[in-house]
């Protein structure tokens, strides 16, 4: 048993309990919720919610560490001053709730840090300058340079989803207008997706022009957009395309900013780079300024789990415990 990971996100709350098993760190058990709406300091809230889940991981190993990933501009005390996409987590002091409930003090960050912390962890071979960036139902950031987190000065670094590239652009929730996270995030691709099945740009949700099903009427309509485009559906891919534009837009600026070696992609997104990255390393590749030094893009390791893998891993930091226990450590299953 090495440490419990939460990650808390726009839509859902997804808790790990991570083991180590013949040198590789391992996913023994998850948990996968709605994220509650209730009221922060109720017995639904968050906090209410986020210790349940530890509780039910942590149960026949007391005392484990426990990392807690959230959506949002989480500063160095670990309360979320600010989260746009998940406003009731604002101010909840999860470590007092947990330490309350379980004795156990948690580490809380940045989601998309604990995404990075995952990549800079488990990826093979190892790289010290990476850009991670979540894709969901906002855009989140995670830096790294030399090895190390950029944190700024209160915690607040890597916050991507909010730079402006459009003035006056689509108002965002955050209260500016133009933020990227409304042009290329998996909430954005949804939106694209309605409208393009809508307008008749590409085949209904529920059958192509065969007639065949190309999903379950349950799946989100970026996810059938998606699946249109791996089915050849030519207005899927153009909708792609013109999508990919939005998301280089973005992560131009970060490789101009940083130099990464390398660009990891999480989030909702991450799952549909097989139909992506051609087109998104395509309109990277034709910016001038990064055409010669365009980083390879890879999807987040151990997939939707890696911002809760990535959250024990760093619990486990902060419990004085190596997160790279084993120099020949790969994700497992
Ligand atoms: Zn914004």
């Not at 470590?95 to 580490?107: D, S």
């Not at 730079?163 to 290329?184: F, K, L, T």
């Not at 909708?239 to 909702?268: H, R």
């Not at 997104?269 to 998104?280: G, H, I, K, N, R």
């Amino acid at each position: 048993m090495l440490a419990v990971g939460i990650d808390v996100g726009g839509t859902k709350v997804l808790g790990v309990r991570l083991e180590r098993v013949g040198g590789r760190v391992r996913v023994a058990e998850r948990i996968h919720l709605p994220v509650a709406r209730g009221h922060a300091d109720s017995s639904d809230g968050v906090a209410a919610q986020v210790a349940d889940v530890a509780a039910v991981l942590s149960v026949d190993t007391p005392g484990i560490p426990i990392g807690v990933g959230l959506a949002g501009f989480v500063g160095t005390d670990g309360v979320a001053a600010r989260s746009p996409n998940v406003p009731q987590v604002v101010g909840v002091d999860l470590g007092a709730a947990l330490h309350e409930r379980l004795g156990v003090r948690p580490l809380v960050d940045n989601d998309a840090n604990c995404v990075a912390t995952a990549a800079l962890a488990l990826r093979t071979p190892r790289v010290s300058d990476l850009v991670a960036v979540t894709f969901g139902t906002g855009i989140g950031g995670g830096l790294v340079a030399g090895g190390e987190l950029l944190r700024g000065s209160r915690g607040f670094a890597g916050e991507p989803g909010h730079m402006v590239v459009v003035r006056d652009g689509i108002p965002c929730v955050c209260g500016q207008s133009g933020c990227w996270e409304r042009y290329a995030s998996g909430a954005r691709l949804s939106e694209l997706a309605t409208e393009a099945f809508a307008g008749g740009r590409v085949a209904g949700p529920d059958a192509d022009r065969s007639g065949r099903s190309i999903g379950s009427r349950s799946a989100r309509p970026g996810e059938l957009l998606v699946e249109a485009a791996r089915a050849g559906d030519a207005g899927a891919l153009e909708v792609l395309a013109e999508f990919s534009g939005w998301l280089a837009v973005g992560l131009s600026n970060l490789v101009n900013l940083l130099d990464p070696e390398l660009l990891v992609i999480g989030g909702g997104l991450s799952s549909a780079l097989d139909v992506l990255s051609e087109p998104l390393t395509g309109h990277l590749a034709s910016n001038p300024t990064i055409s010669d030094r365009v980083p390879p893009l890879e999807a987040a390791p151990m997939a939707e789990a890696s911002g809760a893998v990535g959250a024990a891993l760093m619990a486990m930091r902060g419990a004085g415990t190596d997160p790279r226990p084993d120099p020949t450590a790969r994700p497992g299953q």
